[in-house]
């Protein structure tokens, strides 16, 4: 193996352990249950999981997806999680530019994975996620860029202050938690935040329209979708192409 390859082949291992414990998060913390206690179980018969069963993805496609000790299934989502994690950890480490956008990178799309599954599952965005987020934003600017620290600080404060108006002016449309998330993703992505809104803003109204269009007018608006997920793709693009977004948006004038 190519010695170049390691690193890569190093974030992916990584990227799927990460996963693996990314799905404990999203399943624990809306429970406020404790993250490492106690280990995982079966919950149809609460075995212990073993250690050689939960390899991520492999022990799931072992097990063909069924406990080893009851055949109680296990969802899906288990191995896709680990895999979506693994591969978004894959394509920052070969897009980003400098060690502050890898971190950054990282660190982002971790959080966003539980973020989006738990606002999906609860219509809730926890504080105890995007807290941690924005304190590593800001230390990891400190650290190795303290240059970048003030885009950083404006655009989050314009994400945030945008939705707040938002939110103020229609409460029932958008909660303090999208304000929050709006928020730490302009301390990840600074001025690349702007098509970030943007296409969370689109994804969102387009979302809206298939559900009026499938359930009727009044039934339609009655039914509640959360936006954390539209805000979390619309970070996700703005993480790879944003700059370029806006880059070409200033060229034009």
Not at 19 to 48: D, T
Request: net charge positive; glycine share 10%; proline share 8%.
């Amino acid at each position: 193996m190519s010695v170049s390859l390691l690193p890569f082949l190093l974030t992916v291992v990584g990227g799927l352990a990460v996963g693996s414990f990314l799905n404990v998060v999203a399943y624990r913390v809306p429970l406020g249950l404790s993250l490492v206690h106690p280990p995982s179980r079966c919950p149809g018969c609460e075995s212990p999981v073993r250690p050689y069963d939960n390899v991520p993805v492999l022990s799931w496609l072992v097990l063909r997806g069924r406990c080893r000790d009851c055949a109680t299934p296990i969802s899906a989502r288990y191995p896709i999680v680990e895999a979506a994690t693994a591969a978004l950890w894959l394509a920052v480490a070969l897009t980003a530019d400098d060690r502050l956008h890898l971190v950054l990178g990282l660190v982002l799309v971790t959080a966003l994975v539980p973020i989006t599954l738990i606002d999906l599952e609860r219509r809730l965005i926890p504080n105890s996620i995007t807290l941690p987020a924005a304190i590593a934003a800001v230390a990891a600017a400190l650290l190795l860029d303290p240059g970048a620290l003030p885009e950083q600080l404006l655009a989050g404060a314009a994400a945030g202050g945008f939705f707040l108006l938002a939110a103020l002016a229609y409460p029932r449309g958008m909660g303090i938690g999208d304000v929050k998330l709006a928020a730490v993703l302009g301390l990840y992505l600074g001025r690349a935040v702007a098509p970030a809104i943007f296409v969370a803003l689109i994804a969102g109204v387009a979302a809206g329209a298939a559900v009026i269009a499938a359930k009727g007018v009044a039934e339609g608006r009655r039914t509640k979708v959360p936006f954390g997920p539209f805000l979390a793709l619309g970070a996700v693009v703005a993480l790879f192409v944003g700059d370029m977004l806006v880059d070409g948006y200033l060229a034009r004038f």
